[in-house]
């Protein structure tokens, strides 16, 4: 199952974490994986390469598998419609595959 973590800091999103294989179909078939991976690394890419986030924490794992992107407070003004979006996209296909993605909020500390 793929596990989905936002992030919030005083209900603001910061950081955004997939792990994990849905296992909806053998690997390099899954639709539901390449959904999700497709998601975050545009995720990344929009944020380094695009909105040119300072102070982007980003790691990745390709054993586990691991995408997490974190970022500061004080940057949500300039990316809030990327990360919203992203946010979104991967809550409906947490919703609509239910038996193979999970979708939860963390609170971060300051």
């Known amino acids: 199952m793929i596990t989905i973590k936002l992030f919030y800091q005083e209900n603001i999103l910061v950081g955004i974490e997939s792990s994990g294989h ?9 639709i539901v994986c390449a959904a999700v ?15 040119k986030v300072e102070s982007l924490i980003c790691q990745v794992n390709d ?3 691991l ?12 990316i809030s419609l990327l990360t919203e979006t992203i946010s979104e996209s991967l809550k ?10 999970k979708i939860c909020s963390k609170g971060v500390n300051e």
């Open 92 to 101: 409906q296909i947490a919703e609509q595959n239910s038996d193979y993605v």
């Open 63 to 65: 054993s586990v598998p």
């Open 37 to 51: 991976s497709v998601l975050m690394q545009s995720l990344v890419l929009g944020l380094r390469e695009i909105a």
């Open 22 to 30: 849905s296992g909806f179909a053998e690997k390099g078939y899954d």
């Open 67 to 78: 995408i997490s992107v974190r970022w500061i407070k004080k940057s949500v003004p300039k």
